[in-house]
């Protein structure tokens, strides 16, 4: 049974390396696509208060299409796969 998608974005952020993790959030505030986070929704937060305002900003789909296209952009692409196949394969 796939897991939810906030839960599979949660569980992906946890398993981040702290150095990545801080370079995912910064790379979700620098997006220059709509809807952009604010930066007071991302600073000094832990990586499930991160996965609850991907799904709050973006929606659960958009959420994971955020969430991995920012995966690859720090390198993270294995952790991108895993995101996608643990979320039920929808990208």
Request: with cysteine.
């Amino acid at each position: 049974m796939a897991k939810t998608i906030k839960s599979a974005v949660a569980d992906t952020l946890e398993d981040l390396a702290k150095g990545n993790f801080e370079k995912f959030c910064h790379q979700l505030l620098d997006r220059r696509e709509a809807p952009r986070v604010k930066r007071n929704r991302v600073e000094n937060k832990n990586r499930l208060q991160i996965a609850d305002v991907l799904v709050s900003h973006f929606t659960e789909e958009g959420a994971l299409r955020v969430t991995v296209d920012l995966l690859k952009a720090i390198g993270c692409s294995d952790e991108a796969e895993t995101l996608v196949t643990e979320a039920g394969g929808g990208n």
